[in-house]
Structures are given as C-alpha cells and as structure tokens.
C-alpha cells in the first residue's frame, strides 16, 4: 500500500489532502503528533475490560483537521484520558512464526503492538510496506479484517495515512489483529451464486431489505450482539442482499454509497427518540476511510474494499432493526442561513466538541462535498440537520463488541 501502481484506478478518485505531522513545524501540528504519541505510550488500544476501543486519535485527528487549536487539542487529551486504561501485558509474545494463532483475542494488544512495532524495524521504519506485507499478502490478508470491531480498524488506517503517521498505522495494525472476526471468511472465499434481483443501488437494495418480513422480530433491541445471531438465522438471505449490489459505474456508486451512510445517520432518528444511532455513524466514518484508502490501495483491492464496506453496511443495517430512510428529510430541510463555518463552529466549540463520533461525522460529510461537488447543497444541508439535532448517541449498547 503506498507504492505506485501502473494498472488503472478502478475507482478514479482523488487522494486527500495528506497532513504530513511528522515534520510540521506549526504549533498545532506539533501539539497532535504529541499528544497521538502520548496515547500511543500511555493507553492500551482497547480499554474497559476490553470492551472498549480507544477513539482519542479520532477526535483528535478530525478536530486537527478542522481547525482546532494547540489548546482545544490539550483539552481533548486531558478529558478523555480519564476514560482510557493503561497497558497491561499480554499472556505472551507473538511473532512472525504464529501470529495468526493469536488473532481476535484482545488480552494480546500488547503483544500485537510490540509485534507490529519490531517489524516496522524490520522494514527500514516504512510503515506503508508493513501495512503492505499484513494487509495485502497471504492466503487471508488483514485487509479483510478492518471491519472488525465496529470498523475501528478502517478508521483508524484512514486517519494513519490521512496524517502521514507511523504510530497510527501501528495501531491500525493493532486493531485489525485483536478485532478480527468471523466475517472475513465471506471476503476470503465470497460465494459465487447470483443474488435473484440485482440492482446498482445500494438505496434499493436497503428499501428491499426494510420490506423482508423474514427480517422480521428477529431482535428485540437493536445492537451489534445481534450480528452473530443474524448469520446462524439467515446467512443465506443476507448473503444474497450482499450479492445483489451489481457494480456497473464504481465511481457513481461509490458516491451513492456515501450518500447513503450520510441518510442512515441524518434521518433515520425519530423527534420521539431523538438521539442518533452510534452504530450507524460508523457506517459514515467507515466510508470516509474507504475514501481515503481507495487512491492508495493497487488497483485489484478498490472494489473489494468497496464491497467490504457494503457487507459491513448492510449486517449493521439489519442489527440495528433496519430504520426508514428517509430522502426527503433532507432535500426538504431548511438551512436557515446556516453554513459550513456554522457546522465547523459546531464541531470545535459546541457542547459535542470532545464526541470522537460526532466531530468525525461532520468532517466526513464536508469532505464528501469536497470531493462530490456540492450537489445544490445536499452535503451541507445533511451536517447543518446532524448538527443543529444532536443530542446524544443510542444504538449499540455499552459496548463495542459484537463484530
């Protein structure tokens, strides 16, 4: 990953704008690659009893990439350590001869950081060629693990490369090994039978599958200890809604799938259950990082990296009792003379400033408009809504466990 490659882009993109940390001389930019470096060494990747990931880089980094301040980022920091554990050692060490034996067990972050830290002496401090040599290579490469752990490990690798940042790569690394799950296996070997009604549209394909009675009273409340039992009950239909996604126009449909995180998010909330859906942001934040990755990744991954987040996609779709989309909530929605330096304000000073979840949303719906266009204004009318009706997350339980 990284490395130049001479076949033609699947999914023509351009790259983000890289944020090079590491040898900025800006105060703010010194004060994150610190403060990313202090977590990095204080706090264990997966905190509270090992149910909880450690998001400090996320809001770091989306904050940074607002424009928040030397000071606002030491708040940040300060705030959220006191939620964070520190690290505690594994049962034992892993390396490079059985590794694998350890994946999914999340007593052995220690240890996988260590791991993954001596390789990146191994490669000459490339981080991009160990990301190369684990995501890439192999009968079952990692890449087809980053959706593990809520797609945590996506996230994170987006924000690795967005900054330029060999700490944050390490830990992606890390996440990927101990959020390892059962889905991969369909990434591995995807299976070959053609779903019965096809369709480009990942919009018709959430509608069919909001409609399938056999989805029905599956699951008294929405969350993701619902995945697994979603698969034992019905992996067959799910596996056909997966299949049914026919790609004809990447690009196009790439954009559709955006669009389609952004509407889970912003309209799927009731006035008399007003708080949004932690698990469904992370389909937003998830597709951000596919956005990031798709320019970097050699040309035979994009589209498996697509289809990746699309089966992420739609199992959270499910386990979260599949909501009503809603289109118009947005096209219909009044801005009120709001702007984007209104959302941005939101994000860095309003009372939601140190929610990981919430600032990333905002930025990964600006973004959206940077690359897409503005689209009479439907990027920006989607983050003035999040924005102006947030008031807190539900959704996934306690913890973030489940994938």
Not at 112 to 124: A, Q, S, T
Not at 386 to 402: P, V
Request: charged share 25%; with cysteine.
């Amino acid at each position: 990953m990284g490395l130049a490659n001479s076949k033609p882009q699947a999914i023509n993109i351009p790259p983000v704008q890289v944020h090079d940390i590491e040898t900025s001389p800006e105060k703010r930019t010194r004060t994150l690659k610190h403060l990313i470096r202090a977590n990095h060494v204080n706090h264990s990747i997966i905190c509270r009893r090992l149910e909880k990931h450690n998001d400090m880089p996320h809001v770091l980094g989306s904050t940074y990439l607002l424009g928040g301040e030397s000071e606002h980022l030491n708040d940040i920091y300060d705030e959220k350590s006191v939620e964070l554990d520190s690290w505690e050692d594994s049962p034992s060490e892993v390396s490079r001869h059985d590794w694998r034996d350890f994946l999914g067990d999340r007593r052995y972050q220690r240890a996988f950081i260590d791991f993954f830290e001596d390789e990146l002496v191994r490669f000459g401090y490339n981080w991009k060629k160990v990301l190369a040599e684990y995501l890439l290579k192999g009968r079952e490469p990692l890449i087809h693990g980053l959706i593990g752990g809520l797609g945590h490990p996506l996230i994170h690798l987006g924000y690795a490369y967005e900054l330029n940042n060999s700490v944050l790569a390490i830990e992606a690394l890390g996440f990927c090994a101990t959020d390892y799950h059962f889905l991969h296996k369909y990434l591995d070997n995807p299976p070959l039978d053609s779903a019965p009604n096809p369709s480009s549209s990942i919009l018709t394909i959430l509608n069919n599958v909001s409609a399938d009675s056999q989805f029905n009273d599956l699951f008294v409340h929405p969350g993701p200890e619902n995945i697994e039992p979603l698969f034992d009950k019905h992996e067959h239909a799910v596996l056909e809604y997966w299949n049914s996604w026919e790609i004809e126009d990447p690009r196009e449909q790439f954009e559709e799938s955006v669009g389609a995180a952004i509407l889970l998010l912003t309209t799927t909330h009731k006035m008399s259950y007003p708080t949004h859906d932690i698990f469904l942001v992370r389909l937003l934040t998830t597709s951000y990082a596919v956005r990031i990755l798709l320019p970097i990744v050699p040309a035979e991954w994009q589209l498996q990296l697509v289809r990746e987040w699309w089966l992420f996609a739609l199992v959270v779709y499910i386990a979260q009792l599949r909501p009503k989309i809603n289109e118009e909530y947005i096209e219909d929605y009044d801005l009120r003379g709001r702007n984007w330096r209104w959302v941005s304000d939101r994000a860095l000073n309003g009372q939601y400033s140190k929610d990981a979840q919430f600032v990333a949303a905002i930025r990964a719906m600006k973004e959206a408009e940077v690359v897409w266009g503005k689209k009479d204004g439907w990027y920006l009318r989607a983050a003035v809504k999040f924005a102006g009706e947030f008031i807190g997350w539900t959704g996934s339980g306690s913890t973030d466990t489940g994938l």
